[in-house]
């Protein structure tokens, strides 16, 4: 089994958010997906094959357990694939959604996007965004007043929480058991904190202790949903934004969303991948 290292959503060749990126004649068994992804210890490792009907059948594991989507392994997968087949655009079969990525290369780096599933969200209960305030030691007059914390999907759901400042987003911190049993408990995939640079340009840092991880330098799958979340809300009805994530960590990230003014409808997620060296 050889098994591609690829950082995805890098920014201008730096940074990026790892993920291990598995092609076979047909998938492994589950348990031994999940003991490579967890040997290979990145937030995910994603193993595809030929579905028999043009397209990838496609799963996602973390090192802790299998995860339905992962917008940042799916970007390295594209790389992969047009590494592999030449630049294209690749069904791919999930657990529980189709969707598709394409690659192409540009200026001798791969670019790939990938097409969501369905967006929605809903403004986060008072309960819910009390507890997850408490656990990541904020109060609420840390909130951003003009865009409200919602429950927001893009092939999973996250918790969404906009802060006021950067030097809030900056302090995030929070205990990895206490993040896990919180996620588990409400089955949130991340829990993601946003902070307005404008209109179209964020910031943000993603909890993912559920799948045994701290935080998650990109997350596609929430830029996604975060994404739908704007448009829900009037935010950002249509075109695109920037968000930049991973910057605390050292591990600069840059994530771009389009999307149409139509309610609910899939975005498109663009990032650059390299290998690992």
């Not at 009907?53 to 594991?61: C, E, F, I, M, P």
């Not at 097409?115 to 609420?140: D, G, H, V």
């Not at 964020?202 to 993912?208: L, P, S, T, V, Y």
């Not at 830029?223 to 695109?240: C, N, P, Q, S, T």
Request: hydrophobic share 45%; net charge negative.
């Amino acid at each position: 089994m050889h098994i591609h290292r690829i950082a995805a959503f890098t920014s201008e060749g730096l940074g990026g958010n790892p993920a291990g990126v598995v092609l076979a004649d047909r998938l492994p068994p589950a348990e031994e997906m999940q003991r490579v992804a967890a040997q290979v210890g990145y937030s995910e490792t994603v193993f595809s094959c030929p579905n028999g009907d043009g397209s990838w059948l496609t799963r996602y594991y973390s090192p802790e357990a299998e995860v339905a989507f992962c917008g940042h392994a799916t970007i390295a997968l594209g790389a992969v694939l047009g590494q592999a087949f030449g630049p294209a655009t690749y069904p791919l079969t999930l657990a529980n959604n189709r969707i598709e990525v394409a690659a192409e290369k540009r200026d001798g780096e791969w670019m790939s996007v990938l097409r969501s599933p369905p967006t929605r969200s809903a403004i986060a209960k008072p309960e819910l965004l009390s507890e997850a305030l408490e656990i990541f030691r904020y109060s609420a007059n840390e909130l951003d007043p003009t865009l409200a914390p919602c429950v927001a999907h893009g092939g999973l759901d996250h918790l969404v929480v906009p802060l006021h400042s950067r030097a809030a987003l900056a302090r995030m911190d929070y205990d990895l058991d206490e993040g896990r049993r919180f996620m588990r408990t409400h089955a949130i995939g991340t829990v993601a904190f946003v902070f307005s640079e404008s209109d179209r340009r964020f910031q943000a840092r993603n909890a993912f202790a559920i799948g045994g991880v701290l935080e998650d330098p990109a997350t596609g799958a929430a830029a996604a949903a975060f994404a739908g979340m704007l448009r829900d809300l009037g935010r950002v009805k249509e075109g695109e934004i920037v968000i930049m994530q991973g910057v605390d960590m050292g591990q600069p990230c840059r994530i771009e969303v389009a999307f149409t003014a139509e309610l609910g409808a899939p975005v498109n997620v663009r990032g650059k991948a390299s290998v690992i060296g």
